[in-house]
């Protein structure tokens, strides 16, 4: 069923030297429960087609439908999770895990509770009482997580959510969390500028070309049931999907 889609959105902004056109006639679809990573070279609009999917800027064209309505503002639909994890250190994890619910007026008894089974459920409860000071990187990017699940959203926007910790670290947050996301079946789209990680966690990835960014190619990605991102990474068709990935890149950065 598709939850998402993205009509001929373009978007210009003003820079010194006149306006710019940073990417145009994007169009696209996602299903409920699938996981789509994003990438493309340096500067050709992928956080800004994200802050327009959030709702956070308006198109300068196109639409955005979500669950088959039009994106006009800030939606309740929507959770973002950018590179920092932004947890607030003088409280403490069950505190920060319920403040995005705080935040929306809604912290209900309901959805408190389902704040404490989420972090019961992936390992995190006995550490509700500590500071995000306490906790390593992955357990903060973890908590981050959770915070956002808490508030119930159909789809989840990650901007280089994982780019800020060390490689060991990142490569076991992100198995941990498309397990977490596979698990809740939240719809998820990922920046990310780490083409192995768009591969290893990406059901479809959405290539954009330089700026004014288009949509260069839609490849979908199948490395059978019971995927992970680690097992991913050392499936044969691993290498194929990196080759054909790094050369639609290599070949726009050159042209």
């Not at 989840?156 to 060390?166: G, K, R, V």
Request: hydrophobic fraction near 35%; proline fraction near 4%; aromatic fraction near 8%.
């Amino acid at each position: 069923m598709e939850i998402l889609r993205v009509e001929d959105v373009g978007h210009k902004y003003q820079a010194e030297n006149g306006e710019v056109t940073a990417f145009e006639h994007i169009s696209f679809t996602v299903q409920k429960g699938e996981f789509m990573s994003i990438v493309g070279p340096s500067g050709c609009g992928k956080s800004t087609l994200l802050s327009i999917i959030a709702g956070l800027l308006p198109p300068t064209s196109g639409r955005v439908y979500v669950d088959g309505e039009v994106v006009t503002g800030i939606s309740r639909h929507i959770g973002y999770m950018l590179q920092r994890d932004n947890l607030l250190e003088w409280r403490t994890i069950l505190s920060n895990v319920l403040f995005g619910l705080e935040i929306r007026g809604a912290k209900t008894p309901q959805n408190v509770a389902r704040a404490r089974e989420l972090l019961k459920t992936y390992g995190l409860y006995e550490f509700r009482h500590k500071y995000p000071r306490q906790l390593s990187g992955g357990m903060r990017q973890r908590v981050a997580l959770i915070r956002t699940l808490a508030t119930g959203p159909d789809i989840l926007l990650l901007d280089e959510a994982f780019s800020a910790l060390d490689y060991q670290t990142r490569l076991n947050v992100t198995d941990d969390v498309y397990r977490i996301l596979k698990r809740e079946q939240v719809t998820t789209l990922m920046v990310t500028h780490d083409i192995p990680e768009s591969i290893s966690m990406g059901d479809k990835i959405l290539v954009l070309s330089a700026r004014p960014a288009q949509v260069k190619e839609i490849l979908s990605v199948d490395f059978g049931p019971g995927r992970s991102p680690l097992s991913c990474r050392a499936n044969r068709q691993f290498g194929p999907y990196f080759d054909h990935i790094w050369k639609e890149l290599s070949t726009d950065e050159k042209s």
